[in-house]
């Protein structure tokens, strides 16, 4: 498998695969996010917008997935979106793209990642109870993934759940936050 790291901005050909990649990945899915493709092609405008970051992962040449880090505070950024084709999947892809993000942000002096995570499908445990004051954090720390929810996967990258917002995307259909710190700690 050879893969290379691009930088998306850099054609318009990366432009629109990013876009048709964005696209297909949630059409289906229950989300509303980009429900066309031309609202896909304005997030890759945002996305290669100055200051922001925006790198893909090619395989054999062809644009597979990509993601974006852009500006939340002035040494913590947000991660939106990482996506990888659907056909790709499951192979190590995303996880070698958001390493190489982390790097590029590191050398921009970026020492955390946020990240939100939505469940508008019912993936998790929190879409099945009613969160409040008297269960939020019990419920955050004791999370279980029920259909294959991308909370896993970050957290197996090393991001942390640091909250959440509940309805966020309607009832009982929860924005999940997550956080990673990049400073190598000293000892």
């Known amino acids: 498998m050879i893969y290379n790291i691009i930088n998306i901005a850099d054609s318009e050909k990366n432009k629109e695969d990013a876009a048709q990649i964005l696209y297909s990945a949630f059409r289906g899915k229950g989300k509303d996010a980009w429900p066309t493709l031309d609202s896909a092609r304005e997030e890759i405008a945002e996305c290669i917008a100055s200051?922001?970051?925006?790198?893909?992962?090619?395989?054999?040449?062809?644009?597979?997935?990509?993601?974006?880090?852009?500006?939340?505070?002035?040494t913590t950024w947000e991660l939106h979106p990482l996506v990888i084709d659907p056909d790709y999947q499951g192979n190590g892809l995303g996880k070698l793209l958001l390493s190489k993000i982390e790097s590029t942000?590191?050398?921009?002096?970026?020492?955390?990642?946020?990240?939100?995570?939505?469940?508008?499908?019912?993936?998790?445990?929190l879409s099945m109870t009613d969160i409040d004051e008297s269960n939020i954090f019990q419920e955050i720390k004791n999370i279980i993934n029920i259909k294959n929810h991308p909370f896993e996967f970050y957290k197996k990258c090393g991001y942390i759940i640091v909250g959440i917002v509940p309805n966020a995307n309607g009832y009982r259909k929860p924005?999940?936050?997550?956080?990673?710190?990049?400073?190598?700690?000293?000892?």
């Open 175 to 187: 924005d999940i936050w997550m956080w990673k710190n990049l400073e190598k700690k000293s000892g």
């Open 51 to 74: 200051p922001n970051i925006c790198l893909g992962i090619t395989l054999d040449d062809r644009l597979v997935g990509w993601g974006g880090l852009r500006p939340m505070y002035e």
């Open 105 to 125: 942000a590191t050398t921009n002096r970026i020492i955390g990642i946020m990240l939100g995570t939505d469940d508008e499908t019912l993936s998790t445990s």
